[in-house]
């Protein structure tokens, strides 16, 4: 019989764990598969982990990985897949804002063939700020990446093995899954759903996880960034010099230029603006060089992705994750 592993990042979740126990086990009951979950605690400072072990406790097809220290979403979801026996893979966040009962309808594309399902936000429910920065970020990236990048879907997809066995082999550290799962390629379906409010807790991707993650996906899959430093460059570079060719036009045609209200200021206004204007241009073009030079840094120190501090029913490092480091055998 086919399988299916549930992969459920979690951090800081125990207000919302009890429900999602509830909801996820009853949402596996009407799949008509035998399926594991394997939940990620990514260093959570409060009773997750022991909500964990006692879930393992009751029920031995809830497993899970407890990091030394957080991690980050995206590598808390890359250790969920590194552990996945599943045929099928669904990731899902602990929060309930994906609802478990959609998986049904991500496992019906599934078999009629199609390797990646993601699931597009119709509707959500976050605040106005995040719901159109969201909205932006999607259909910028949409337009600076050569990908055909899925708009207003987010990490609740499902993926077929295969493409798991390509994720898992890919070691970048600045991990954005949604632009990975497209780079995979293979054949990609979407399922649009309503997004839910949490169903109890805090959020816990504050605006600047977002940002972070924004930036991962933009600066990992386009190198756009680079390309408009150039351009800026040029159109500064064409504009500097035709105010330079002004500013000399107005010295040698002084009382022509007065006539019409040109005359040359004897002040620093211009040189001061122009000074600030420039030292901007060259702060923002550094600053994209910074975040690729950046990345770079972190991928030549091969550090491991994460580090286990304790785990419950699964194996602590599967031979498909060289750059995991148990630190509990």
């Not at 077929?160 to 899954?177: G, H, N, Q, T």
């Not at 785990?311 to 750059?323: A, E, F, H, L, V």
């Amino acid at each position: 019989m086919q399988t299916v592993s549930v992969v459920v990042p979690c951090f800081n979740e125990q207000a919302v764990l009890p429900e999602l126990f509830k909801r996820l086990s009853a949402a596996a009951a009407t799949w008509g598969m035998d399926y594991e979950v394997i939940c990620v605690d990514d260093g959570s400072q409060d009773e997750t982990w022991k909500l964990l072990k006692q879930q393992h406790a009751a029920d031995s097809r809830w497993c899970g990985l407890s990091f030394a220290r957080n991690f980050g979403h995206q590598t808390a979801v890359s250790a969920g897949l590194s552990h996945a026996k599943g045929d099928a893979v669904v990731i899902i966040d602990a929060d309930l804002q994906d609802p478990p009962e959609e998986v049904t309808r991500l496992l019906a594309k599934w078999r009629e063939g199609f390797e990646v399902v993601f699931a597009t936000r119709k509707r959500r429910l976050d605040p106005l700020p995040k719901r159109v920065l969201a909205w932006g970020f999607y259909r910028v990236l949409a337009k600076l990446t050569p990908l055909p990048m899925a708009r207003d879907a987010g990490d609740f997809c499902l993926l077929d093995k295969k493409v798991v066995a390509v994720m898992k082999a890919l070691p970048e550290r600045s991990r954005y899954l949604r632009g990975l799962r497209t780079w995979c390629g293979f054949r990609q379906a979407s399922v649009e759903y309503d997004r839910a409010e949490r169903a109890a807790g805090k959020p816990q991707y504050t605006f600047r996880k977002s940002f972070k993650l924004a930036m991962d996906g933009l600066f990992s899959f386009s190198a756009m960034p680079l390309r408009l430093a150039t351009y800026l460059g040029l159109w500064v570079s064409g504009f500097a010099f035709l105010g330079a060719v002004f500013t000399f036009a107005q010295k040698v045609f002084s009382a022509e230029f007065a006539k019409i209200g040109l005359a040359p200021d004897p002040g620093f206004p211009t040189i001061v603006i122009s000074i600030l204007f420039l030292g901007g241009v060259q702060l923002i073009c550094l600053g994209i060089l910074g975040e690729y030079i950046g990345r770079i840094y972190e991928e030549v120190k091969d550090r491991p992705l994460w580090i286990l501090r304790d785990n419950t029913g699964i194996s602590p490092n599967p031979p498909s994750n060289p750059k995991s480091v148990a630190g509990k055998p």
